[in-house]
């Protein structure tokens, strides 16, 4: 049982026009490299790529659909790349965008040879149109379908000749997945080995699932972005043009965010805003972080050196993980997010509306950027926490009636922390008034509420 071929060329030589390909990765961490260049060479076309994202414009799946080869893409994230969006929003590009764990679950599904299955995410949302909802337990979920594909392209850190896969870090990603669920499953690996040479026990994904492995070369390990610094929290009264702009600034709406986290919690943090908050989680506390793309129990890092995950994605940055770390499958941290075993999700907003819905993804005609993790986070967790504006940069509130965008989730926010105050959403419906920012007056954040808004007493000024 011959499985080994020289290299990428000769490993994607018979993928035709017209082929459905899933590729493994996540950002640019753990994408097959070597075999998304082979498919540019060969020039096939017509093709349904099946990833949680397309890299960025000029690496990874970003480049496939520079040189038109794509005629469909079926992914969770738009994320940094600029050309994916274009095409998505000019109707040059066929695009199926999926909740990242509805994602994961379903290429888990067709793998296992599982049809259907039902997840609360996207339930209320655009993503529910046209499918079979069903209540279980006073809960309401929606009826999704397996994924499968004609090939499957992975990239492990070290595989043997039999076809046995090892992933090192977060780039197991979703690439064990995928493995599973493609006829034909090409391996790129960084290490190839002889059978035998690898412990059985440390196999993440057996040779069964794979066809053809080659040992790959010249890995560029790019990162999407790089934080070389970790931002200074301004205190102080701001001068020059920051002066001109009330209220916190990010850094302080992270840092008052942090004062929710307690002892003990397992923590998701979304994308911008919410990011920061681990950097002012005390160090004396124990929290433990969980992250989408495989990572539990890292941070958070109260030190000056910013800690870089896509350096550590790369192997470019080394971290000593803390006590009771693990590193998982994207289909296991979203098993872990859809089972409710995630104390408190932090998310970023455009809009919440006076019931607790919230829209964070989309702007039609405008912005797109892809739902990722955030329907699976919203439809499951026990609280939510959103930072954000209160209000637009042409001075419009943020915090409604209704949202005016596509939304995220139904009635799930449970406190937002914005430049301006600090809000509580009512269970019956409104913003509460818990806090007000230093120097912002309760007229202001009246003025900057669209939705129902309750004050109580003498609302206090926050503290730092």
Known sequence: MKKT????????????????????????????????????????????????????????????????????????????????????????????????????????????????????????????????????????????????????????????????????????????????????????????????????????????????????KNYEKRIEQRTISRPKSETAPATGAAAAVKGLDKNQIAMRIAKEVKDGYYVNLGIGIPTLVANYIPETMDVVLQSENGLLGIGPFPTEDKVDADLINAGKQTITMIPGSAIFSSAESFAMIRGEHVDLTILGAMEVSENGDIANWKIPGKMVKGMGGAMDLVASAKNIIVAMQHVSKDGKSKLLKECTLPITGLQCVKKIVTELAVLEVLPEGGFRLLERAPGISVEEIKAATEGKLLIEGEIPEMKF
């Open 5 to 216: 071929v020289e290299n990428a060329r000769a490993a994607v030589a018979d993928i035709h026009s017209g082929a459905t390909l899933m590729l493994g990765g996540f950002g640019l961490c753990g994408i097959p490299e070597n075999s998304i260049a082979a498919l540019i060479e060969s020039g096939v076309n017509n093709l349904t790529c099946i990833s949680n994202n397309a890299g960025v414009d000029e690496f990874g799946i970003g480049l496939m659909l520079k040189t038109r080869q794509v005629k469909k893409m079926i992914s969770s994230y738009v994320g940094e790349n600029a050309e994916f969006e274009r095409q998505l929003l000019s109707g040059e590009l066929e695009v199926e965008l999926i909740p990242q764990g509805t994602l994961a679950e379903r290429v888990r599904a067709g793998g296992a040879g599982i049809p259907a299955f039902f997840t609360p995410a996207g339930v209320g949302t655009e993503v529910a149109e046209g499918k079979e909802i069903r209540e279980f337990n006073g809960k309401k979920y929606l009826l999704e379908s397996w994924l499968k594909a004609d090939f499957s392209i992975v990239k492990a850190w070290k595989g043997d000749t039999a076809g046995n896969l090892i992933f090192r870090g977060t780039a197991r990603n979703f690439n064990p997945m995928m493995a599973a669920a493609g006829k034909i499953t090409i391996a790129e690996v960084e290490h190839l080995v002889e059978e035998g040479e690898l412990d059985p026990n440390d196999i993440h994904v057996p040779g069964i699932y794979v066809q053809r492995i080659f040992q790959g």
